[in-house]
């Protein structure tokens, strides 16, 4: 992950989060270790917020479940930071591949 994709992922997430007291992560993997932690602490503390953003921020319900389940391969907080950063990445690719050029013929429609 390129340095500016790394710091356009961590803008996404550093706000609903409320990561603002961290330092910038140098690493994808520091970015994900950051985020399980904090993830960690929502579970424990406050899992219906965490669901809310997690439904706010569109990961996938059907994405979800599976990392939740007590047989998954890593502890939900893992999981669940991994499907927030695949989430923040596809958000991101799909802005740079996606150019919409600008409104024309808006006059009158101002506010």
Not at 11 to 28: D, K, M
Not at 88 to 102: D, H, V
């Amino acid at each position: 992950m390129s340095s500016e994709f790394l710091n356009q992922t961590t803008a996404l997430v550093r706000e609903p989060f409320e990561l603002g007291n961290t330092p910038p992560p140098a690493s994808e993997e520091e970015l994900l270790a950051i985020l399980a932690d904090r993830i960690a602490d929502l579970l424990e503390r406050q899992p219906e917020y965490l669901m809310s953003l997690l439904y706010r921020l569109d990961v996938l319900e059907k994405k979800i479940h599976p990392v939740m389940q007590p047989g998954a391969p890593e502890p939900a907080n893992w999981g669940l930071a991994r499907l927030v950063l695949e989430r923040q990445k596809q958000r991101l690719e799909t802005k740079r591949s996606i150019k919409t050029k600008p409104l024309e013929d808006m006059e009158g429609w101002e506010w």
